[in-house]
RNA sequence: UGACCCAUGGUGUAAUUGGCAACACGUCAGAUUUUGGUUCUGAAGAGUCCAGGUUCGAAACCUGGUGGGUCAACCA
């Protein structure tokens, strides 16, 4: 029949994207493709720079060219191998890989030196002594031209003499550097004779003393693109005014038409949250968190350990896509992806977290059956397991009210629930602390023809509730996270002190906690879901005979939100 | 007294390149449910920053505004 079926939904490409496909249909490069990612070795990763990983290695497997790690390692104060392993592994654990393609900036020190003293040998390049404020005044606003330097017309054969000295030790460091004779009044900044050398005596993380002048990135990241042939260099939007540059100096270099073309992107922001390396490290070095893997980071380290899988971090990544607008995502968007991902994937468990003790007068004393559970709704297999099921059992404190309000649908005074995969229970009484009107105890009987899976457990109630057994409760401690920041953009607050604006409830730690038994072998890392809670992710602090579980996300609660 | 970039529901993105503004998240209803989860159905919410212009037709092209961002490290 001649049925309208719906249009499929093309899935739009990002405008990057778009112009590598064109380059590809235009044959440019000879058809091929080849991005790099190239983090500096000075921090650890975050949500962001997968964002660009992403993109980097997606790319390059999309339209089968390839993706190269480089490491711009330009500066040896500020950088760690450290860093560069966390790096590694980071990016192995989203999901890419790199092949032998490892390359360091620092790989081509030799050929930025010679290029360095190529482009003193035509003249376009000379040592200036001053100082670095003198040379930064000397640069003029972004509004006022500058002014050139009195070193700008040395000799070639002095600028040469000089800049070999600097790299022999000659020199203190600051008394020279190197710059590129571009244009004193360029509207850009960064074409003012921009310094593309200067001295550092501190040892570099590989190699070592072998040099005491190092390039500037701006006069290295380019190159480097152009000596690895990449095709396009991807990077973030603050890069755009530096591209000129980087073009003038590719100018200089090339010898064929190749060249990298540079497009950017916009970064990506998350509400609550900030991705400025530098702002991160404070908050570990201040101990304003558990160091770079605290689940409440946004770095890559930290979402693991909070529970965030690959899939979910790359799911995320594709949904809010690469444009020029600078934008700040909702992490709610975040937290959808890894519900999304979990809830196929994570078996379901029960686990109590503020424990309130159930009494069933009438199960006989010493009792106890193994009820069969589900492991998974979503994934049949997952398989199914048996929970010991006795007289006295845990429930949620938020399970049991002694005055609920309307459309309550859990256990009070005269009311039934079913205890999931068991029998339904009938509130009887409970015990109360007089003074501290805190509830002790609930005391129920129990229907034994309701058992789960019976002929007779077509009974209907409102409320279905998780429950562990007392007597085989494991305990557990929980950790549950909130957002880091109280502020939606607390990088965006110009004034304030983003410390002021940090959530000092972002950490809950629950002790005390009762998890059914099948969990005491759960290794780091393991995922759950604790029924009706929320998806938990094992600690590495976690140990066989003291469990500590991670909140990653609760679950949607509509009950909390009609209750508010 | 600058240069460059950007502007589409609350948020993030689309709109096959000039042809009925779509999707996701979020929000709100309802159905299903032994998870107040999931799933399913539906709804509200922008007329595309503003003003002109080109065109039969503009979110898109042009001009001028407005607003936001980036650029003045011997950082990357």
Same mark, same amino acid.
């Given at each position: 029949?001649?049925?309208?079926?719906?249009?499929?939904?093309?899935?739009?490409?990002?405008?990057?994207?778009?112009?590598?496909?064109?380059?590809?249909?235009?044959?440019?490069?000879?058809?091929?493709?080849?991005?790099?990612?190239?983090?500096?070795?000075?921090?650890?990763?975050?949500?962001?720079?997968?964002?660009?990983?992403?993109?980097?290695?997606?790319? !390059?497997?999309?339209?089968?060219?390839?993706?190269?790690?480089?490491?711009?390692?330009?500066?040896?104060?500020?950088?760690?191998?450290?860093?560069?392993?966390?790096?590694?592994?980071?990016?192995?654990?989203?999901?890419?890989?790199?092949?032998?393609?490892?390359?360091?900036?620092?790989?081509?020190?030799?050929?930025?030196?010679?290029?360095?003293?190529?482009?003193?040998?035509?003249?376009? #390049?000379?040592?200036?002594?001053?100082?670095?404020?003198?040379?930064?005044?000397?640069?003029?606003?972004?509004?006022?031209?500058?002014?050139?330097?009195?070193?700008?017309?040395?000799?070639?054969?002095?600028?040469?003499?000089?800049?070999?000295?600097?790299?022999?030790?000659?020199?203190?460091?600051?008394?020279?550097?190197?710059?590129?004779?571009?244009?004193?009044?360029?509207?850009?900044?960064?074409?003012?004779?921009?310094?593309?050398?200067?001295?550092?005596?501190?040892?570099?993380?590989?190699?070592?003393?072998?040099?005491?002048?190092?390039?500037?990135?701006?006069?290295?990241?380019?190159?480097?693109?152009?000596?690895?042939?990449?095709?396009?260099?991807?990077?973030?939007?603050?890069?755009?005014?530096?591209?000129?540059?980087?073009?003038?100096?590719?100018?200089?270099?090339?010898?064929?038409?190749?060249?990298?073309?540079?497009?950017?992107?916009?970064?990506?922001?998350?509400?609550?949250?900030?991705?400025?390396?530098?702002?991160?490290?404070?908050?570990?070095?201040?101990?304003?968190?558990?160091?770079?893997?605290?689940?409440?980071?946004?770095?890559?380290?930290?979402?693991?350990?909070?529970?965030?899988?690959?899939?979910?971090?790359?799911?995320?990544?594709?949904?809010?896509?690469?444009?020029?607008?600078? #934008?700040?995502? $909702?992490?709610?968007?975040?937290?959808? !992806?890894?519900?999304?991902?979990?809830?196929?994937?994570?078996?379901?468990?029960?686990?109590?977290?503020?424990?309130?003790?159930?009494?069933?007068?009438?199960?006989?004393?010493?009792?106890?059956?193994?009820?069969?559970?589900?492991?998974?709704?979503?994934?049949?297999?997952?398989?199914?397991?048996?929970?010991?099921?006795?007289?006295?059992?845990?429930?949620?404190?938020?399970?049991?009210?002694?005055?609920?309000?309307?459309?309550?649908?859990?256990?009070?005074?005269?009311?039934?629930?079913?205890?999931?995969? #068991?029998?339904?229970?009938?509130?009887?009484?409970?015990?109360?602390?007089?003074?501290?009107?805190?509830?002790?105890?609930?005391?129920?009987?129990?229907?034994?023809?309701?058992?789960?899976?019976?002929?007779?457990?077509?009974?209907?109630?409102?409320?279905?509730?998780?429950?562990?057994?007392?007597?085989?409760?494991?305990?557990?401690?929980?950790?549950?996270?909130?957002?880091?920041?109280?502020?939606? $953009?607390?990088?965006?607050?110009?004034?304030?002190?983003?410390?002021?604006?940090?959530?000092?409830?972002?950490?809950?730690?629950?002790?005390?906690?009762?998890?059914?038994?099948?969990?005491?072998?759960?290794?780091?890392?393991?995922?759950?879901?604790?029924?009706?809670?929320?998806?938990?992710?094992?600690?590495?602090?976690?140990?066989?005979?003291?469990?500590?579980?991670?909140?990653?996300?609760?679950?949607?609660?509509?009950?909390?939100?009609?209750?508010?």
């Amino acid at each position: 029949m001649a049925e309208e079926k719906k249009e499929e939904q093309k899935p739009s490409i990002s405008f990057i994207e778009q112009f590598i496909s064109d380059d590809l249909k235009e044959g440019k490069n000879d058809g091929r493709i080849h991005t790099r990612f190239p983090p500096e070795p000075n921090g650890y990763l975050h949500i962001g720079h997968a964002k660009a990983i992403c993109l980097d290695f997606g790319m !390059a497997q999309k339209y089968g060219g390839k993706c190269n790690l480089r490491f711009d390692d330009t500066n040896p104060i500020k950088e760690d191998v450290e860093y560069v392993d966390s790096i590694k592994e980071d990016i192995h654990w989203l999901g890419f890989d790199w092949e032998e393609r490892e390359y360091y900036a620092s790989d081509y020190f030799g050929k930025l030196f010679d290029f360095a003293v190529d482009l003193i040998k035509r003249g376009l #390049a000379y040592v200036d002594d001053q100082p670095a404020d003198i040379i930064s005044s000397q640069k003029g606003t972004p509004s006022q031209p500058g002014m050139e330097s009195p070193f700008r017309s040395r000799p070639v054969k002095e600028n040469l003499n000089l800049f070999f000295r600097m790299n022999e030790g000659e020199f203190e460091e600051g008394s020279r550097v190197l710059r590129a004779k571009v244009d004193m009044i360029s509207p850009n900044m960064h074409m003012r004779d921009p310094i593309i050398y200067r001295i550092i005596k501190t040892p570099h993380h590989r190699t070592e003393n072998k040099w005491m002048v190092y390039p500037m990135y701006d006069f290295a990241h380019g190159q480097s693109d152009y000596f690895e042939g990449i095709t396009h260099s991807l990077c973030t939007l603050e890069f755009e005014v530096h591209r000129p540059l980087y073009d003038w100096f590719i100018d200089q270099l090339k010898t064929g038409d190749y060249r990298p073309r540079q497009i950017e992107f916009n970064r990506l922001n998350l509400t609550y949250t900030m991705m400025s390396k530098r702002k991160l490290l404070e908050l570990v070095q201040e101990g304003k968190v558990n160091g770079w893997d605290d689940p409440r980071m946004p770095t890559l380290c930290g979402l693991r350990r909070r529970g965030y899988t690959p899939e979910s971090i790359r799911r995320f990544v594709d949904l809010i896509g690469y444009t020029k607008v600078e #934008a700040i995502n $909702d992490v709610s968007l975040l937290e959808h !992806a890894i519900r999304e991902d979990l809830n196929m994937r994570a078996p379901r468990v029960f686990g109590v977290l503020n424990p309130l003790k159930v009494i069933i007068r009438n199960y006989p004393e010493g009792q106890i059956e193994e009820v069969e559970l589900i492991n998974n709704p979503e994934d049949e297999s997952q398989g199914k397991r048996m929970v010991p099921f006795s007289r006295e059992v845990y429930i949620e404190q938020d399970d049991f009210m002694e005055n609920p309000p309307n459309k309550f649908f859990r256990l009070a005074p005269g009311m039934e629930v079913r205890l999931k995969g #068991a029998y339904i229970i009938k509130c009887e009484g409970f015990k109360k602390n007089e003074k501290t009107g805190a509830i002790e105890e609930v005391y129920c009987t129990y229907d034994p023809d309701t058992r789960s899976g019976g002929k007779t457990s077509e009974k209907k109630v409102k409320g279905t509730l998780h429950w562990v057994s007392a007597e085989h409760a494991v305990d557990a401690e929980v950790r549950l996270y909130d957002r880091l920041f109280n502020h939606e $953009d607390p990088a965006g607050q110009k004034e304030d002190d983003y410390r002021k604006l940090l959530n000092p409830g972002s950490l809950k730690v629950l002790t005390g906690c009762k998890v059914e038994p099948s969990l005491a072998e759960a290794k780091p890392l393991d995922k759950f879901q604790f029924q009706r809670l929320g998806y938990f992710c094992v600690d590495y602090d976690s140990k066989h005979d003291k469990l500590i579980f991670n909140r990653t996300v609760g679950l949607k609660d509509t009950w909390a939100k009609v209750n508010k």
